[in-house]
């Protein structure tokens, strides 16, 4: 009779028990579930991988590019108090990645892995906090703790989505071609996210844009009274179409938000890479914190890409008002944004197969520093639309370099920990956690400086024209202060260590281990059960 269940139950495909029983009656331990699921990766593992990463580009590229312009000329908050909102919420948000990262760490694993089910649990509550991010409420002495709030909230349940996510990378393949390739699908998926966030947000919101209205022309107007009423009627109708235009593309955004987490979720069977050494006791916080950033290259990746990472961020989180105000196109400010989005996602295969083909640190210096000139092009040349979007297209390439090099190689980081510390596995969740823990922190301050930067400026919110001093800011941070930033990155960045042949022998370690791991499994399972 249990010779029979067993036989049953494995020809059903579900999984075995911990022993089966032969032909003789001598009872056989079966082999360990996570060996019979290390498949190869297919295409359509990779795509749906990949559509996991596009919420977090898509509201990360909304909130970059139009966050500050919705706060100061929509919610017409102070530039002071706006900035103390982008400051704190990415701050905060920066602050609760290593505290979810070390929480994955400690979570079970159950039948749907260890990073899926927190990426299910946090969607809907994260897409509710967002759409409310984009509401003006309806009452003015609490308008700021109204942002803060949702802000905070927002950050903290999508920091509970893009953790595991990051961290998945390394649970979906035990093999380093196949997590790259994957990680080549997320970028180029992560990049068009981007597309789609600039494009949603700003299509919408830019057909609700009206002409800006010159109030100094009323005085000249001998029916003054008539023309300031019906000039504070159309202004009254500028702001309503505004705010809800803004309203209609949270909403599609977090509809977005959900489907990609929906194809996530059934699309992606995440994998039990440690093999026997899973079962390993957990270590605190504070002694996984000492090994990651005990960890040399990983310390120098992360310093790097912090100086790059603020360099982009500076110039995505201002491009938007440099355009409006610096350059006066306030009719197309979201086009060119847009072009910039496309550009990126149309040269995520050709910095791919760069990089293959040349290396991953020859790929940085030829990738990252790129746009430099562009931006120094865009402010000392004479205002010219032509020359705006020369300048997005360019910038577009090296914006999908900063995109796609991160994220190819943490991975390396992460085998040449595990290399160089055999006996401590399982931190894979604090590595991507403090990586997007810096990242964060730097778009934070890039946000949070620049805001308050403009308001020492003397920046005034619903007016056509900004002051010189205000123009001038811009111009620094949309050039000086990034090209600055990429070249002490650049600068870090020479100091790190893990070359491809050192990547190549971390390889053949790791498989090596593996081999043995197997082998040592495939042993006790075959061992017999004397007791009977």
Known sequence: ????????????????????????????????????????????????????GAPYQITATALGFFLQIFLLDVALLDPLNASVILFAGRAWDAV???????????????????????ILMSTIPAVLCYFLIWVVPPIEQGKMMWYLLFYCLFQTLQTCFHVPYSALTMFISNKQQERDSATAYRMTVEVLGTVVGTAVQGQIVGMAN??????????????????????????????????????????????????????LFFGVREQDNQGGLKAQKHVSFQTGLRLVMGHGPYVKLVLAFLFTSLAFMLLEGNFAVFIKYTLGFREDFQNILLVIMLSATLTIPMWQWFLCRFGKKT????????????????????????????????????????????????????????????????????????????????????????????SFAGYVTGVCVQSDSVNLTLKILVSAAPVSLIVLGLLIFKMYPINEERRQYNNKQLQLLLRNEEQESEMEALKPDITA
């Open 1 to 52: 009779m249990a010779r029979g269940e067993g036989s049953e139950q494995f020809s059903s495909g579900l999984l075995p028990t911990d022993k089966t029983v032969n032909q003789d009656g001598i009872k056989i331990a079966k082999l360990p579930p996570q060996q019979e699921r290390k498949r190869a990766l297919t295409v359509w593992s990779k795509v749906c991988f990949a559509i996991g």
């Open 96 to 118: 609760t990645d290593p505290a979810v990262g070390f929480l994955i760490s400690r979570s079970p694993w159950t039948r749907h892995g260890r990073m899926m089910p927190w």
């Open 210 to 263: 009206i002409p800006c209205i010159n109030s100094t022309s009323l005085t000249n107007s001998s029916h003054h009274s008539m023309h300031g009423n019906n000039s504070q009627i159309l202004l009254d109708s500028k702001v309503f179409n505004e705010r809800r235009a803004y309203m209609i593309a949270s909403a599609v955004i977090s509809l977005i938000y959900v489907l990609c987490a929906v194809v």
């Open 363 to 454: 790929a940085v210096y030829i990738g990252i520093p790129w746009a430099g000139p562009f931006m120094i092009l865009v402010v000392c040349v004479k205002s010219s639309l032509l020359v705006s979007y020369i300048v997005s297209i360019a910038a577009g390439a090296s914006v999908a370099a900063a995109f796609l090099l991160p994220w190819s190689m943490l991975p390396d980081v992460v085998d040449d920990f595990k290399v160089q510390n055999p006996t401590s596995q399982g931190h894979e969740a604090i590595f991507y956690s403090f990586y997007v823990f810096f990242t964060k922190f730097a778009s934070g301050v890039s946000l949070g400086v620049s805001t308050l930067a403009l």
